[in-house]
């Protein structure tokens, strides 16, 4: 059987062309599980071979990709087939795209995002949590400087170790069936954090808080402390790029 090639262009996150048997009425033709190369290409013109199979997620192709062009900081790594970039999950895979035999892949790097100053989470107008900068160290981790001010008025600061940010599931499970009132609801998600601090007394907290396993994009809330702080949402992302989609 001789090679195929996919090339193809959409728009930015528009869907790939359906393969062939997946139109109604079609029998569905699955790709074999056997591996096959994707040439990947970079700006300066380099080009690397990469072995991979139709179950390799985006993530592990950022991996490839990495390794091959000698490049840190895989989750940086973007892709794009003729003038369009592939705006898609890291765990989607190579089959759910379509790639095939001798797909070529151009290999966009960017820099780890970073934001500042993006507001407090508040008790009252004596108890408040600045958020000085958000930023984004690895694949799926953040890390948040914070300063927690209180006048001791209502006695010392509550534990920054409970704080936790908030955020909603994806679109293939962001809606949960309540079974007692059959509506659909939105399925939130948390993650706590682990805190460095720099200052730790009654009155003033500041420190580093690292959140694992969270989004790099989208939106995201965060709550200080242990109840009764209020929620800060924050947009996450570079922020010429937010600034275009406002």
Known sequence: MGT???????????????PPGDVEGESKVELKGDPFEIRLISL??????????????IADLQKLAAEALNWEKPWCINFA???SVIATSP????QELGFVENCELMVLRREPWCRQNLGCSRYNNNYACHIRELREVGPAELELDFSAEGDNSLGP???AERSVLVWEAGATDALRVDPQR??????LRTARGRVNFTVETKRLKEGTMTFSNVPTSGRVSFIFG???????????GPEEENEAKS
Do not use: I, W
């Open 81 to 83: 087939q003729g003038s």
């Open 182 to 187: 059959r509506r659909d609801r939105p399925c």
């Open 157 to 159: 600061l509550q534990k």
């Open 4 to 18: 195929r090639f996919a090339r193809f262009q959409a728009a930015e996150g528009q869907v790939p062309p359906v």
């Open 226 to 236: 242990e109840g009764g702080y209020s929620q800060l949402t924050m947009t996450l």
């Open 91 to 94: 765990e989607t895979t190579l």
């Open 44 to 57: 300066t013109g380099d080009e690397k071979l990469v072995s991979v199979e139709p179950s390799s997620s």
